[in-house]
């Protein structure tokens, strides 16, 4: 993308750090700093829908939704103005913050923005025994941690496959996490559209409130934290759905998928043009592959203490 119409740069475009799934740089010039996101061809479930995003993002910024300006997208390149303020670390947020957040979430479901109609969704993979073959053949570091759970794999796509998701269907962020968060004076800055679309609200709901209400494992899990995100969506006219595993699917699919992408960059063994580095994304391995069975494993707990 020419970005010559964001005016005379003031300095070398610079990366910024992290990226769990995108690269993204800082770029200054005499009309205002932007952020430069460098798009994989392919994310996480197929082609990049920049239009639909876009327009999503747009009508998002509009309304007043906390977030970065969108300003243009390619099929490559997705730039925004710069927002500065503090990374949310993954620990329980204030609880303020959280029903912010759940306000924030029955706004966005109540825009009325055209969508494309979704592709349908391909069943969650199986291929986890083929995978830990060809870790074990190739020296993965994480290689016997992923063989002895691949039976914890499969039970979770079947999971993922089977649960029932009563509705309704909403266009959402769909990845409002810690790292996709920004906090102004302890208030939300919303980022990374990019997965933007169609998704049940209690998928929505539960993956949003569970990030938010705990850390990096479960035995902080603050239950009042993730209630929080539910009485500011009440509290912004939303309406809860039934409570049940359905909860939860989202953010185990989510993960479970992101896990294979990245198990299949570190196979190739290459650092990629696109996307985070090599060791970002053993190291993203390596939380799937110990946290998801973990998180599979305890959710009988998770409804019984957050229902």
């Known amino acids: 993308m020419d970005l010559s119409q964001l ?24 009309q205002g700093s932007f952020a430069v996101k460098e798009v ?33 997208a390619s099929r490559h390149i997705l730039v925004h103005r710069w927002v500065a303020g503090e990374q949310v670390p993954e620990a329980p947020v204030a609880a303020a913050y959280a029903f912010e957040i759940g306000e924030i979430l029955a706004r966005l479901h109540a825009l009325d923005v055209g969508w494309s109609p979704d592709p349908r969704a391909d069943p969650a993979p ?5 995978l830990a073959r060809r870790a074990t053949a190739t020296g ?14 499969l039970a979770i796509a079947r999971f993922v496959d089977s649960c029932e998701r009563p509705g309704p269907v909403v266009l959402t962020h769909r990845d409002i996490q810690p790292w996709n968060l920004l906090s ?12 933007s679309g169609m998704l049940d609200v209690s998928g929505e709901l539960g993956s949003t409130a ?11 899990l603050q ?55 090599l060791a970002l994304s053993h190291e993203s391995v390596r939380n799937g592959v110990r946290g998801l069975p973990e998180l599979f494993d305890r959710l009988p707990e998770l409804k019984a203490r957050l229902g």
């Open 184 to 195: 102004r004076a302890g208030r939300p800055v919303v980022l990374d559209w990019e997965l």
């Open 140 to 153: 993965q570091p994480w290689a016997g941690e992923l063989a002895a759970r691949v039976g914890a794999f």
């Open 210 to 220: 569970l990030s938010l209400a705990k850390g990096p494992g479960f035995d902080d």
């Open 40 to 72: 994989n061809l392919l994310d996480r479930r197929g082609t990049h829908r920049v239009e639909d995003v876009f327009r999503y993002e747009r009508a998002a910024f509009a309304a007043g939704i906390p977030m970065p300006e969108p300003i243009s």
């Open 223 to 277: 239950p009042a934290i993730f209630r929080q995100v539910l009485d500011g969506y009440v509290a912004g006219g939303g309406a809860l759905p039934p409570w049940g595993p359905s909860w939860f699917v989202h953010l185990i699919g989510g993960w479970l998928g992101f896990t294979r992408w990245n198990i299949l960059r570190c196979l190739a063994g290459v650092e990629a043009r696109t996307g985070p580095d």
């Open 126 to 130: 199986r291929d986890w025994p083929e």
């Open 7 to 30: 005016g005379t740069p003031i300095g070398p475009m610079i990366r910024v750090s992290g990226g769990f799934a995108n690269r993204m740089y800082r770029l200054d010039t005499d």
